[in-house]
């Protein structure tokens, strides 16, 4: 079955230090990969999608993630954390077996950035 | 960016009454719209993919009967949750990608529905 794992329910986070949220995916072929972040009753704002190219893609608000195709890992990063990051990540796969045209989400991780 | 726009954002309603939820493209076509469902501190669940012009494609373990989707223009699907319970209480989210695109979809602000 195809399946995206986020292993971390939280990650805490001092503000000005680095940060990694953490995503594995099951997925025959080349999924497309996405970031997402959701604030508390809001709905999902895109931060970053890989689908070919450079395994190391930058989004937006200063967000990174590494593609390593032999870890099927798409992890989720940045240099210096922000308190006003602190929201709910998910990570999603698109595969080609729908047609590039579902996301499959991950159960989220909730990144909380501390002064 | 693309802009996708939901209507209402809070909800409330009796038990056995119907909820229409509107999911509108304000700046592109979408030929395919999504609907999710989200459970509190759960992921996103898919519910069905809405076709402009045609019936709606639901996943498995969704009740075509209770969740009705329309999609009657290039800008606008709908979710109507009829004969409403408690159960259906959840926060419901569209997302459309610009037609003729792959990649990122964008997504609406969400709908809280709480059913009484």
């Known amino acids: 079955a195809q399946s995206v794992a986020q292993p971390e329910d939280q990650v805490n986070v001092a503000e000005g230090n680095p940060l990694t949220v953490k995503c594995t995916y099951s997925v025959s072929g080349n999924p497309y990969l996405f970031w997402y972040v959701q604030y508390p009753n809001r709905g999902l704002q895109f931060l970053l999608k890989y689908i070919t190219g450079d395994n190391l893609v930058k989004g937006s608000y200063g967000f990174e993630a590494e593609f390593n195709k032999s870890q099927t890992s798409f992890h989720l990063k940045k240099p210096s954390a922000l308190v006003s990051d602190s929201a709910l990540y998910f990570c999603a796969v698109s595969p080609l077996s729908g047609g590039y045209n579902k996301l499959i989400f991950g159960a989220g991780t909730r990144l909380a950035v501390h002064p | 960016g693309a802009v996708v726009s939901q209507h209402p954002s809070w909800v409330i309603c009796k038990s056995g009454t119907s909820v229409k939820i509107e999911c509108r493209s304000l700046?592109?076509?979408?030929?395919?719209m999504f609907w999710y469902r989200q459970f509190p501190k759960q992921s996103l669940m898919l519910m069905a993919t809405s076709n402009e012009g045609s019936k709606a494609t639901y996943e498995q373990g969704v009740e075509k009967d209770k969740f009705l989707i329309n999609h009657a223009s290039l800008t606008l699907s709908t979710l109507t949750v009829t004969s409403a319970h408690p159960e259906d209480s959840s926060f419901y989210i569209c997302s459309a990608r610009v037609t003729g695109t792959t990649g990122e979809l964008f997504f609406g602000e969400g709908s809280r529905l709480t059913v009484l």
């Open positions: 700046d592109f076509q979408a030929t395919t």
